[in-house]
């Protein structure tokens, strides 16, 4: 699987001060549209069959930690997100892992609830024109359990995952990890 950060928050957090907020626009389309050349070429076997967006300046933009001078954030992170799933070749497995990042294995800002994610995941869905294969929302444990309930009347299989992944553990702690996925698809955590 290729992942990669999309240019969004690049160009509505991080940049802002930098891009002018009039050219913010033109630099994330210069920027979009060198990315989704790349990513088109995905049937090639360059980058793999499936790409993940990793979503997660966006999601603490609009949790109010970082600051933005877009107008529309909430309408500009889905639309720009559909954009960049879009380029995605629909023989291509797409989806989004939405979060609030990762500072010592803790969000950088923990969520009021999971309304932005699921409201975000939404709208994203709504404006692609190819199918959107998977959503990765991050809402600890106890979460998971409660979404596979809720979704195993329409869905017979489930993937767990980490919150940002197992590159950033300690390999003594991946273990005890892995026994905790096993706990969440098995249904033996409570």
Do not use: K
């Not at 989704?36 to 070429?41: K, N, P, S, W, Y």
């Not at 190819?130 to 929302?137: D, E, G, T």
């Amino acid at each position: 699987m290729t992942a990669s950060d999309t240019p969004v928050p690049r160009l509505g957090a991080h940049l802002v001060g930098s891009v002018p907020l009039e050219s913010a626009d033109a630099v994330f389309r210069a920027v979009t549209d060198r990315l989704g050349g790349r990513v088109t070429r995905i049937p090639d076997g360059e980058t793999g069959d499936r790409v993940g967006w990793d979503v997660s300046p966006e999601f603490i933009v609009l949790e109010g930690a970082w600051r933005t001078q877009l107008a529309d954030i909430r309408g500009g992170v889905a639309r720009r997100l559909a954009e960049l799933g879009n380029y995605v070749p629909a023989e291509v497995a797409l989806g989004y892992h939405l979060c609030y990042g990762d500072l010592g294995h803790r969000h950088i800002v923990e969520p009021r609830d999971t309304g932005n994610l699921v409201d975000i995941a939404n709208r994203v869905a709504a404006a692609l024109t190819r199918p959107l294969n998977w959503v990765h929302a991050t809402d600890g444990a106890a979460g998971a359990r409660r979404r596979i309930a809720a979704a195993a009347p329409f869905r017979d299989a489930f993937g767990v995952g980490t919150e940002c992944g197992l590159g950033r553990r300690a390999p003594a702690g991946i273990p005890a990890l892995l026994d905790l996925h096993r706990a969440i698809i098995d249904g033996s955590l409570s």
